[in-house]
């Protein structure tokens, strides 16, 4: 099998060629059919994240191993099974199936794991982060628990639901359904992250989305898939702007970027009861008078990825309402180096997917 890795920190990938493995106890094999090119591959791929004023969390000391097969947004075709893996008559898969490959793998055995949480575990073993992930030709699963089964969606499409999707969709589902509903949501960044979080708040009935990004392009981007408005967050009244979108009051903020700047701006326009999810990993730091908790009844909230079963119930959401697809450009395995630097210049609208079709 061949895959591009991380062999060293913000060198370019390295073309590795290593003999494919056989699945041995309840693993399955799977031949990759797509992977997506994700914004936190460039942190895996650095290896830190910046954690304000000079600081830096390096991801090598968080159980990061090198040479590192990332790539944890994946559709395979299942192509042999272990022993065990072949026995098991429900939940099982077969030779040909093709399946949505859930990522955020923990240790099984916790209380975060055996509540369903696995993304929460403290001992992750994430495809793409701690084990060999998509950018490759072939995938090796643990367990076929894992994998989802996504119908009709076309594969490029159901690959990025399995972080950009579930991390969204994890976020809209902490402001709750009644608020999505009833208020304009404020939505920080307009990449691929954030057209997909504006196409499952449509799928989920969503009132709608006050996009907010610094590139003309990506507002323009954000309008067309259906953005309530578009702003420039560095606008010297883009606090006004964003609350008479929002209709006097915002209720609520996803920051898909989460640096210093945008964490303060969205901590800025909320009103009192309001609340903030950060899920962006772009870094810095904030400071904010602790009695703005209180007396603002703040609430300030991080989200990281979903869970299984919200995998599931997105997949469910997307197959009885299919998003107005993000746009999506399909790429050769054999280019994910200049992937990976397109992504990182933020040349990209929409979405990158690593796969045989390209
Ligand atoms: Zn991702
Ligand atoms: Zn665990």
Known sequence: MKSYDVAECGCP?????????????????????????????????????DLG???KLKLTDRGMKLPLTMGHENVGEVVALGPDAQKMSVGGVKIGDRRLVYPWIGCGQCLVCRRG????????????????????????????????????????????????????????????RDLVEREAVVIVGAGGLGLMC???LKAMNGRGAIVLDIDARKRAAAMQAGALAAIDPNAADAQQQIVKAAGGALWAAIDL????????????????????????????AITIPTPYLPLRALALRGSYTGSLGELKELVELVRKAPLPY??????????????LADLKAGRVIGRQVLGPGG
């Open 13 to 49: 990938l390295r073309l590795f060629e290593r003999p494919t493995p056989t699945p041995t106890g309840s693993e399955v094999l799977l031949r990759v059919l797509a992977a997506g090119v994700c914004h936190s591959d460039l942190h895996f791929w650095e290896g830190a994240y």
């Open 53 to 55: 004023g000079g600081k």
């Open 117 to 176: 949480e696995e993304n929460l575990c403290l001992k992750p073993g994430f495809i793409g982060v701690h084990r060999p992930g998509g950018y490759s030709d072939h995938l090796m699963m643990p367990h076929p628990r894992y994998l989802v089964d996504y119908g009709d969606i076309p594969a490029e499409q159901a690959a990025p639901l399995a972080c950009s999707g579930v991390t969204t969709y994890g976020a809209l589902k902490k402001l709750g």
């Open 198 to 200: 504006l196409s499952i």
């Open 257 to 284: 970027v989460g640096s210093s700047s945008t964490v303060q701006l969205c901590v800025d326009c909320l009103t009192k009861g309001g609340a903030l999810i950060v899920v962006g990993l772009f870094g810095g």
């Open 326 to 339: 993000v746009p999506m450009r399909v790429r050769p395995l054999d280019e994910a180096n200049a992937a």
